[in-house]
């Protein structure tokens, strides 16, 4: 029996987004993982406060709220065994009961940006969290260490089937269904600042 994970490139438009793109020339910037289609358990290493950038670490994500609400998207899927599926969630539910002890890795993006891979305890950067989670369950993706993984690498893998490309809310009304969905109202200008300021 086989379960199925998903991975999930965004572009949510922030600051630090954009800045990650100037290095790799790609548009989307920011990796999660999700355990089910409907991307309700979506995890990643990012902001922890949605008005400040710079206090990161580990989330539990949610698609429909802050960065996410005018995110493109790319999404992924991968069929898992059993047991490779609950070693991943058992790692992430481990990092969940700790993470307060948990950072974002900036000085590690300075690290990829030198080809130089920088791991630091309790610190992760996105794609480098995604990666060892997979890594942790047994599924070698890559040949190279996860602190030299960049969010384009997942899309390059043979391993991964392409599920959906476009807008991110556009995926959740196929997947969740409009009404369940609810999107969070925000006004034209609410929205623009909140951007500004990410």
């Known amino acids: 029996m086989k379960k199925t994970i998903y991975i999930v490139l965004t572009d949510t438009g922030t600051l630090l987004s954009k800045a990650i793109g100037m290095y790799t020339r790609k548009d989307l910037n920011h990796t999660s993982i999700a355990f089910d289609e409907q991307l309700n358990e979506m995890y990643s290493f990012g902001r922890k406060q949605r008005h400040n950038p710079f206090v990161g670490g580990f989330v539990k994500e949610s698609a ?34 700790n993470k307060e002890l948990y950072k974002y890795n900036f000085i590690g993006l300075f690290g990829v940006a ?19 989670v997979v890594n ?24 991964l089937e392409p599920v959906f490309e476009g807008d991110l809310q556009t995926y959740l009304d196929q997947t969740r269904g409009q009404q369940e ?8 200008w609410k929205s623009l600042a909140f951007r500004l300021l990410a």
């Open 64 to 97: 429909t709220e802050g960065i996410f609400r005018q995110a493109t998207c790319e999404v992924y899927s991968c069929e898992v065994t059993i047991e490779e599926y609950t070693r991943m969630l058992d790692k992430i539910r481990l990092i969940e009961q």
């Open 114 to 132: 030198l080809n130089k891979g920088i791991q630091r305890k309790h610190a992760f950067f996105c794609s480098q969290f995604v990666a060892m």
């Open 136 to 159: 942790e369950g047994g599924l070698q993706m890559f040949n190279i260490s996860p602190s030299l993984v960049q969010p384009h690498h997942f899309s390059q893998l043979p391993c």
């Open 181 to 188: 969905r609810q999107p969070i109202r925000m006004s034209v």
